[in-house]
């Protein structure tokens, strides 16, 4: 899940590592990762309607790129870049509309004309363009842990957006468990 929100985020993908050193290596790989954040923000959905909640959900392509030093004892520590292409997004505002309803009432012969002011809940597609590329900062620590002729690597991660999306400045930071298995 994101650092702000409860949805799941997922990535896969496949990972090449090089060893440069007994300690040091350069990583990289291709990646299906997925996306949500939103922001309690006020963003303007149209000339009538100020949005209450400002939500984004984002899917595509990351190629990453990185460094990792890991010691004798299996810690590892890594860092990097990645650029996401996206394949699919969807920039979302919720706003509360209000409209005024009239009612008619007849009450000992009088009629009687009441306003009431009713408001509800809308979600709207954002008409925006979305930026088709997003870069991040890559940092994860962890241990790596032999089984048999399989090394698995457990460690939390952190990814920081260097670029913006939209123009609603909705943060993408994420972070999460990372579980990779090595041969």
């Known amino acids: 899940p994101s650092l702000r929100h409860q949805k799941l985020a997922i990535g896969a993908g496949v990972e090449l590592s090089y060893r440069l050193g007994s300690s040091l290596s350069i990583n990289g790989g291709v990646l299906y990762s997925s996306f949500y954040s939103q922001s309690a923000k006020n963003g303007t959905v149209n000339e009538s309607n100020q949005a209450s909640q400002v939500s984004l959900s984002i899917a595509g392509i990351e190629v990453p790129l990185g460094l990792e030093f890991r010691n004798q004892s299996g810690f590892y520590a890594s860092a990097g870049i990645s650029a996401l292409g996206l394949i699919d997004d969807k920039l979302t505002y919720s706003f509360f509309q209000e409209r005024i309803i009239s009612q008619t009432t007849v009450v000992g012969g009088l009629e009687t004309e009441v306003f009431k002011v009713v408001s509800e809940k809308k979600v ?43 123009s609603e400045r909705i943060k993408l930071l994420q972070g999460g468990i990372r579980v990779g298995v090595a041969f």
């Open 124 to 166: 709207e597609k954002s008409k925006e363009s979305i930026n088709d590329m997003i870069g991040f900062f890559n940092f994860s620590a962890g241990k790596k842990q032999k089984i048999g002729d399989i090394d698995l690597n457990i460690g939390p991660f952190l990814k920081v957006p260097f670029n913006s999306i939209s």
